[in-house]
């Protein structure tokens, strides 16, 4: 633990994320391109997505408690291959249906990797260092959004489809050979993983993870902060930015990469703060949840294009969200034993993207709707139809913000039965303003007695 060869394992695991990342979010990348090789309206385009996210959401909970089972290595290599068995299904797609299929399987490989390098986690670090390597788990991994961003995205352009998907195809033969030739379970002397259970053992497992507050309450984090990053990464962004807002390929794909930064710097600075203060966790989610909703609001209320200073500030404020969202993974590690962590964190992973694959259906749908009508005046992806459609978003986070405050209030009351007990915001930080009074009063009257 905390030796080279844990960095080692984390490594290939977080290769291996990376890659499923740059797969997740190339459809997002290929958005426009997609339209015109399918011949598909905006709600088909938007299926492809939410299919992809429904494969990934519904698989979470069977991949918690098959990877508790199975160990991360299989499940991390048998997620590699069916990406990149759906990459190269949609590199010779030539019709929806074709098309659906090969999403669905990335879809299924992406649902088997993240939940099995999160599990690696507590296993190979000490738990002081969980909650920052966690951080950095998710910040690396988004590394693979620019893969899809930058020289997916070239290829795609200047190669063909064809030879942009195969590129990416390639990528997964790699993560493969990695995983199975580096990456190991558990550390020497490690405990073995015990034999394998029952159904009935397994529902048990399952129930008492879902009945465990904290579970829930990671589980509407992630549900609430992380969702709208992924509607503009994975499906949305490219075409509100591109035909709504009017800016050429080279600056949306330079906004697309402020993303990665973004969510590359602020992913340590949040694992520190939990570290530290692990009792304001859901104030650091809700206030996550707070500036999402005003950047959007001061984006889709403009009655004209936003400037690009104000775009730029968007799409940080939504690349907060995605290491905000591993909070939730904290909560499910900390309220939950060991054995079951890769269930817990199955449960939670479902939040963000269910809500991700309902907004991008419901924007799609919406756009549809707003065309067909001719509100549109013919424009499918015009400014006021997307003004319209994204507001949807709003509700999602309403919805969020309730939930995680409901489910806080029964993990205080479990915590106060057990005889911890947080205090409100306002008094923690008023007592610890009086503490740091006292310790300058303290200082200058030891600095005087010390003066002659």
């Known amino acids: ?59 979470q909970i069977p991949v918690g408690l098959l990877v508790d089972r199975f160990g991360s290595r299989a499940m991390i290599a048998s997620g590699a291959v069916l990406m990149g068995l759906g990459q190269l299904q949609l590199a010779y797609a030539d019709a929806v249906p074709a098309g659906v299929l090969g999403r669905v399987l990335v879809g299924a490989g992406d649902a088997m990797t993240f939940v099995s390098v ?13 909650p920052l390597v966690t951080q950095l788990t998710g910040m690396s991994g988004q590394l ?29 033969a790699l993560a493969v050979v990695l995983v199975l030739a580096l990456l190991r379970d558990v550390p020497p002397g490690h405990p073995p993983r015990e034999s394998t259970q029952g159904l009935r053992a397994t529902g048990v497992t399952l129930a008492r993870a879902w009945r465990q507050p904290g579970t829930r309450l990671g589980l509407w984090c992630h549900f609430t902060v992380q969702f709208s990053g992924n509607v503009f990464a994975m499906s949305w962004g490219y075409p509100f930015l591109v035909s709504a807002q009017g800016l050429n390929p080279a600056t949306v794909s330079a906004l697309m990469g402020l993303f990665v930064v973004t ?17 304001r966790r859901s104030a650091m989610v809700l206030l996550i949840t707070a500036a999402t909703a005003l950047a959007w609001a001061a984006v889709l209320l403009l009655p004209s294009r936003a400037p690009l200073w104000l775009l730029g500030l968007l799409v940080v404020a939504l690349a907060i969200g995605g290491p905000g969202s591993m909070i939730g993974f904290d909560f499910a590690r900390t309220f939950n034993p060991s054995h079951r962590i890769g269930t817990a964190t199955g449960i939670v992973n479902v939040g963000g993207f269910v809500a991700a694959l309902l907004t991008i259906y419901l924007v799609g749908l919406i756009l549809d709707i707003l065309h067909t009508s001719g509100f549109s005046g013919g424009e499918l992806y015009g400014l006021a139809s997307f ?26 009351r479990q915590m106060a039965a057990q005889g911890v007990h947080v205090p409100p915001l306002l008094v923690s930080l008023a007592n610890q303003r009086r503490r740091r009074v006292a310790l300058r009063r303290e200082r200058l009257a030891k600095q005087r007695s010390s003066t002659p």
Do not use: C, D
């Open 263 to 279: 969510s590359i710097l602020v992913g340590p600075l949040f694992g520190t703060f939990v570290a530290r203060h692990p009792m």
């Open 144 to 172: 693979g959004q620019l893969i899809s961003v930058v020289p997916f995205a070239l290829v795609l352009h200047s190669a063909g489809w064809n030879t942009a998907f195969l590129a990416l195809s390639s990528l997964s």
């Open 387 to 412: 003004r319209i459609a994204l507001s949807v978003q709003f509700v999602f986070l309403l919805v969020g913000t309730v939930l995680i405050l409901m489910t806080r209030r029964k993990v205080r």
């Open 118 to 130: 999160i599990r690696l986690v507590p296993i190979w670090f000490a738990p002081a260092r969980v």
């Open 1 to 59: 633990m905390n030796a080279p060869r844990a960095w080692l394992i984390w490594t290939i695991g977080v290769l291996a994320y990376l890659v499923a990342v740059a797969q997740r979010t190339s459809f997002g990348v290929s958005g426009l391109e997609a339209t015109e090789r399918f011949h598909a309206s905006a709600a088909a385009i938007s299926f492809f997505t939410v299919l992809q996210l429904l494969v990934y959401a519904g698989l």
